[in-house]
Antibody, heavy 129, light 110 residues
Framework: QVQLVQSGAEVKKPGSSVKVSCKAS????????ISWVRQAPGQGLEWMGG????????NYVQKFQGRVTFTTDESTSTAYMELRSLRSEDAAVYFC??????????????????????WGQGTTVTVAS | QPALTQPASVSGSPGQSITISCTGT?????????VSWYQQHPGKAPKLMIF???KRPSGVSDRFSGSKSGDTASLTISGLQAEDEANYFC??????????FGGGTKLTVL
């Protein structure tokens, strides 16, 4: 059973960058869609976008476009999320999550929206001067 | 502002049933049978409870069920138990392969 193990908590200064890793343990995720989801303190879940390694597809939510980069290293089954120009409002727990495989009428393919069935434990990012 | 609207809180007594609604538009909830629901206990990662509107992953209790009518999806929990007390989030495909979440609903078991 695949588990997603994320890197540890980070404390960053405003204007700096953070890079969070998400390693698949017990399997790989190259055939899945990996989403990045964040949750500010006491708030709801916010989809930031994701990456589908097998197709080389990367999706960024417009709000984060230009400030965030998603990458993967398939040799180590690790996904990365880098967020730049950090602001106080970026303080949150950042999760990676594996999407399911959606089967349409003629084919099946990895998708962010077909239930995120495996989640990382979350990485707390604190932004403070 | 979350794209999908959920009630901030619902409550019920043990053994009762509750329903949580999730209202979107024809561009998300109403346009696709791709709504999922997540349970999140404080300090924990979300857990998938329902996907594709009505399907339950292996291991999820059949006390949890999903439905959809128009632009509104619903999660029903029957036979409420103390351990069901948590936050619940809906999620929908929003076109072009993207997803949106609801603001979340806090379920209190009285």
């Amino acid at each position: 059973q695949v588990q997603l193990v994320q890197s540890g908590a980070e404390v960053k200064k405003p204007g700096s960058s953070v890079k969070v890793s998400c390693k698949a343990s017990g399997g790989t995720f190259s055939n899945n869609a990996i989403s990045w989801v964040r949750q500010a303190p006491g708030q709801g879940l916010e989809w930031m976008g994701g990456i589908i390694p097998i197709y080389g597809v990367i999706n960024y939510v417009q709000k984060f476009q230009g400030r965030v980069t998603f990458t993967t290293d398939e040799s180590t089954s690790t996904a990365y999320m880098e967020l730049r120009s950090l602001r106080s409002e970026d303080a949150a727990v950042y999760f990676c999550a594996r999407g399911g495989v959606y089967c349409g009428s003629s084919s099946c393919y990895p998708a962010y929206y077909d239930g995120m069935d495996v989640w990382g434990q979350g990485t707390t990012v604190t932004v403070a001067s | 502002q979350p794209a999908l609207t959920q009630p901030a809180s619902v409550s019920g007594s043990p053994g009762q049933s509750i329903t949580i609604s999730c209202t979107g538009t024809s561009s998300d909830v109403g346009g696709y049978n791709l709504v999922s629901w997540y349970q999140q206990h404080p300090g924990k990662a979300p857990k998938l409870m329902i996907f594709e509107v009505t399907k339950r992953p292996s291991g999820v209790s059949d006390r949890f069920s999903g439905s959809k009518s128009g632009d509104t999806a619903s999660l029903t929990i029957s036979g409420l138990q103390a351990e069901d007390e948590a936050n619940y989030f809906c999620c929908s495909c929003a076109g072009s392969g993207t997803v949106v979440f609801g603001g979340g609903t806090k379920l209190t078991v009285l």
